[in-house]
């Protein structure tokens, strides 16, 4: 290759990563296509042309490019950054773990590679892995926003709710007013979660402030109201939701269980088949049964939820509302047999086996 043709690939390259920044994807491909004539294992446009068509959503072509690049040029980095990604994107997040853990051969104080690997373990539930990442995070750099927020989610994860508010807690500290709206939701999930349901409302109502139709925060502050009991107020919340998604299934049926609550059974019937016309929802069918107990129909109850059973045999709150429904029929061996059948299957449940000793003792 000629001074002139180095000079050339020079020039072109510089032009494609320009046109990458600009987000004019398909003049930076032609840039590098042009450069690949001239020398077809160009590192540049190798990694050029795997950045490219990455950004047009060609994931699997772009780690071609990228491990062609390897394959010529070992231990680049921007090819190992960028297969990384791809293999993230792509879900494998093992193999993303592995190529990261070789970008950091040549640079191991990089906290980006750290928190993505960190990221990474915490997608394929390794929850040592992750949380020593973060932390040797954090060790280098004390206020990493990016680690403290995923201890929390790692955490939230493994339902150590607690812990997970004192990492999105210390975001409130570093950002004050400007916290990202994710963060002030998941406070509000670990509330929600926790059962402290009124503090959950503070962060929830905070995320509505900053966006007034946030799904989380709407579904937050449904969930609470409903915790709380307080069911009109949960309405609210529901039905603002089914403004923006008329054919969100669980919301319908949630939205079913409101009014149901409040002896509104005609309206609660209209949300709950709204739910069925789209797919068939067990708790949709639940609540047309308790419905029908409500009304005195424990027959139609009965033989709903018996065939709910047939289709999802190891669903606690069938047995327990098919029991309740015998025990109102003064049937108390049924009820009491119902329950035992659940407890086959060797799965315990509180509910189940206080609802069970309940039964027995008024024998």
């Known amino acids: 290759m000629t001074e002139f043709d180095t000079q050339k690939i020079t020039d072109i390259s510089k032009n494609g990563y320009q046109m990458l920044k600009e987000n004019k994807v398909s003049e930076a491909i032609d840039c590098f296509s042009r450069i690949l004539l001239i020398d077809e294992n160009n590192n540049y446009a190798l990694v050029g042309m795997g950045d490219a068509t990455r950004k047009t959503g060609a994931i699997r072509e772009a780690v071609r490019y990228y491990q062609r690049c390897l394959e010529h040029h070992p231990g680049n980095n921007y090819a190992l950054f960028g297969l990384a990604d791809c293999y993230k994107a792509l879900n ?54 990016y680690a403290i927020i995923g201890l929390g989610h790692l955490h939230y994860d493994f339902k150590d709710y607690k812990e997970a508010l004192y990492y999105w807690e210390q975001m409130l500290e570093l950002k004050n007013t400007d916290v990202d709206i994710r963060v002030l939701t998941s406070i509000g999930n670990c509330h929600r979660k926790q059962k402290t349901f009124n503090e959950g409302i503070k962060y929830f109502e905070l995320a509505l402030l900053r966006e007034n139709q946030n799904f989380y925060a709407l579904f937050g502050l449904a969930d609470c109201y409903r915790g709380l009991n307080l069911i009109e107020k949960s309405l609210e919340y529901w039905n603002r939701i089914l403004e923006q998604d008329p054919r969100n299934k669980m919301i319908l049926t949630r939205t079913g269980d409101a009014y149901r609550n409040l002896t509104q059974f005609d309206i609660a019937k209209t949300f709950y088949e709204r739910a069925l016309n789209i797919e068939f929802d067990v708790y949709a069918v639940i609540g047309l049964a308790l419905i029908s107990k409500s009304i005195g129909l424990h027959d139609d109850a009965i033989n709903s939820l018996k065939r709910l059973i047939q289709q999802e045999n190891k669903n606690y709150r069938l047995y327990t509302e098919l029991a309740d429904c015998y025990s109102q029929t003064g049937n108390k061996k049924a009820a009491i047999e119902t329950l035992q059948d659940f407890l086959k299957f060797g799965i315990k449940n509180d509910k189940v086996s206080e609802m069970l000793e309940s039964l027995k003792k008024e024998k």
């Open 92 to 145: 494998q997040y093992q193999k993303a773990i592995e190529i990261w853990e070789q970008y950091l051969l040549h640079d191991d104080k990089n906290i980006t590679v750290l928190t993505r690997i960190a990221d990474a373990y915490r997608k394929i539930r390794d929850f040592e892995n992750s949380k020593n990442t973060y932390l040797h995070v954090l060790n280098m750099e004390k206020s990493n926003p």
